[in-house]
């Protein structure tokens, strides 16, 4: 069974940083490519980010580019989001996804 487990979600006032976790299971990561995508209350699912199945290339929407940072541990089959200087406008559930699987999400509210 196939699992994608995020975590690392929370509050955090504008400017702060949070890292966001996916530990996957049952799927081993280093195959596929995987993202993360986010929904805000109201709005569409928006890509966040992409990473290559070996970690060596990423792309960013314009929204977040220079702030949060993909990444991924092939070994441990986890996949990471850095995200520093947050803004009220990165309040949204997060979203690990790979080949098809999606996690539960994690909750992120940047507010002060």
């Known amino acids: 069974q196939v699992q994608l487990v995020e975590s690392g979600g929370g509050l955090v006032q504008p400017g702060g940083s949070l890292r966001l976790s996916c530990a996957a299971s049952?799927?081993?990561?280093?195959?596929?490519?995987a993202n993360w995508v986010r929904q805000a209350p109201g709005k569409e699912r928006e890509l966040v980010a992409v990473i290559s199945s070996t970690g060596d290339s990423a792309n960013y929407a314009d929204s977040v580019k220079g702030r949060f940072t993909i990444s991924r541990d092939n070994v441990e089959n986890t996949l990471y989001l850095q995200m520093n200087s947050l803004k009220a406008e990165d309040t949204a559930v997060y979203y690990c996804?790979?080949?098809?699987?999606w996690g539960q999400g994690t909750q992120v509210n940047v507010s002060s």
């Open positions: 996804h790979a080949f098809g699987y």
């Open positions: 049952g799927i081993t990561l280093s195959r596929y490519a």
